[in-house]
């Protein structure tokens, strides 16, 4: 078990970090700061010279590999950084320089057992792209198939580990200090950032989720995923199919080669609510580097470590919620988030959906230029204090996700106008799953289930009937013993946390000395 006195000290010289970039003046003058934080953010602070305007990305980059991770997981949370820090952290790109090809050889060699020229042909030893977590080279397979391979960074999930365990030490510390620190749940963010990582230091599950995708989306047109070497994947490689396609991003390239970007804009956003409302399991990475269109306009999709998922009733919910905002029924909007227990009992429906128009209305019939998702999303946050609405982890993803799909829309389409794109989609859906006959096959199908599981019901009901709120059960938490209660359990002195506190100091000082030898 890491010492305390380890974890501080690698706080501090994180804090150090994001004060040289500026990234903790809006945690200092925020008034919901516990106290304590705003003490050990001016301690990080002092002595630095801060630019005039924050650089959130570029704090969380010189920090490293999981931090970047981090950071693209708190560009979903505005309720948690502030709008500001979150559309900053939006552009983070996790690139890093690249491993040097023969630890890359080496990897492949070792995890297959074999030698590499059994496996390939060819490899390129200059990578196509290169990020915090793996590298992928291009190459041919002994059957002459082109293919990507996707290689883990050696020694990339020990540094992961370390990270976030200072991670949930400092997450369980803050949320100990009560008050909105406790609202916004930060132990459960880092717990679904926990999970969302591992999910994505295991190549075998990518490629799993790859795999399932591609089964979802198989009757979509014009939308695909790459077919997977499952011969050549294991738990640190992943060898897909090879795309040739102009990235999505690159507007000029699409347009001289002749397609519909307004098409295509549309087609994405369908995709993207098909996988999300139809099927609950959706890409949650679809940046523009990880999307390309082919010669005949299919949108092909890579990179499938970041996957979201969410329960029919969750979607319900969810189809509901879009569609009352498209059509104005902040009311059934209000109804449903009580009904998920999203908002507590104890506060007004009717106050809530007055609450819920003010942000809504000036969406309605303007195109994405002028209002958009993104914008919806920071308003519905704005409100979530006021109402004592808790973090939702299960839809971060969703959100996170939603906000990128309007981004390469209104790239392709500046005149694209999201809830008109959507509410067709949204009104069938609802229609067919939600309707009358749906509901009544619903019905039998849940009645018959529920009379052939009774007699197991009867013998647990105690212990594990199912809770009745919106939000899935959360994932366990790791026990954090607080440093107060370390202390007093030990009856012990801080001589550790004065060791870490006098390391602090040095980096500080150090700090003030470059500035004034500088």
């Known amino acids: ?173 803050l949320e100990a200090l009560g008050g909105e620190a406790s609202r916004l749940r930060p132990r459960l963010v880092i717990a679904n950032f926990k999970r969302w990582t591992n999910s994505e230091l295991d190549l075998r599950r990518e490629a799993a989720s790859a795999s399932e995708l591609a089964e979802a989306m198989r009757g979509i047109d014009r939308y695909r995923i790459p077919d997977i070497d499952w011969d050549r994947t294991n738990g640190k490689i992943m060898t897909i199919e090879w795309i040739d396609g102009v990235k999505i991003s690159d507007r000029g390239a699409l347009i001289a080669a002749g397609h519909d970007l307004p098409d295509l804009a549309r087609r994405l956003v369908i995709a993207f609510l098909t996988q999300a409302i139809s099927g609950g399991f959706f890409h949650a990475d679809m940046h523009q580097g990880n999307l390309f269109v082919k010669a005949d306009g299919t949108i092909v999709a890579i990179d499938f470590g970041i996957m979201g998922r969410i329960d029919r009733r969750a979607r319900q919910w969810l189809a509901e919620i879009l569609y009352g905002l498209i059509t104005g029924d902040y009311k059934r909007v209000a109804e449903i988030h009580f009904e998920a227990q999203y908002v507590p009992s104890y506060h007004s429906v009717d106050e809530f959906a007055t609450a819920l128009r003010a942000v809504g209305e000036p969406m309605r019939g303007k195109p994405v230029s002028e209002l958009s998702v993104g914008q919806m999303l920071d308003g519905l946050f704005a409100i979530t204090r006021d109402f004592d609405m808790q973090t939702q982890p299960h839809l971060l993803l969703l959100q996170k996700t939603m906000v990128m799909v309007e981004g390469i829309a209104t790239q392709l389409d500046p005149s694209i106008n999201m809830w008109e794109t959507s509410a067709p989609y949204v009104r069938s859906w609802i229609r067919d799953e939600l309707g009358p006959e749906a509901a009544i096959a619903d019905r039998i199908r849940e009645d018959v289930g529920t009379l052939l599981r009774l007699p197991d019901l009867v013998r647990r009901i105690e212990s594990r009937f199912p809770p009745e709120g919106g939000a899935p059960e959360p994932p366990p938490l790791p026990d954090v013993e607080l440093v107060w209660e370390r202390r007093r359990r030990e009856g012990r002195g801080w001589l550790g946390y004065i060791a870490a506190a006098l390391g602090g100091a040095a980096l500080v000082y150090g700090g003030v000395l470059t500035g004034w030898l500088g």
Do not use: C
């Open 1 to 173: 078990m890491t010492r305390p006195s380890t974890h501080i000290w690698r706080l501090l010289k994180w804090g150090r970090t994001l004060a040289r970039h500026g990234a903790l003046r809006g945690i200092e003058r925020d008034p919901n700061t516990p106290v304590p934080v705003q003490r050990l953010v001016r301690l990080a602070r002092f002595g630095t010279i801060q630019p005039k305007e924050p650089d959130y990305a570029g704090a969380f980059r010189a920090i490293g590999p999981a931090a970047i991770k981090l950071g693209q997981t708190l560009a979903t949370r505005p309720d948690l950084v502030g709008e500001d820090a979150a559309h900053n952290l939006l552009s983070l790109q996790d690139s890093l320089p690249p491993v040097d090809y023969a630890l890359i050889e080496d990897q492949l060699a070792r995890t297959f057992e074999r030698p590499v020229d059994e496996l390939f042909t060819e490899i390129d030893p200059v990578p196509v792209g290169a990020a915090s977590i793996a590298q992928v080279h291009r190459a041919i397979t002994t059957e002459g198939r082109e293919v990507a391979i996707k290689v883990l960074r050696p020694g990339v999930r020990e540094k992961f580990a370390r990270d976030i365990a200072t991670y949930e030490w400092a997450a369980a510390h």
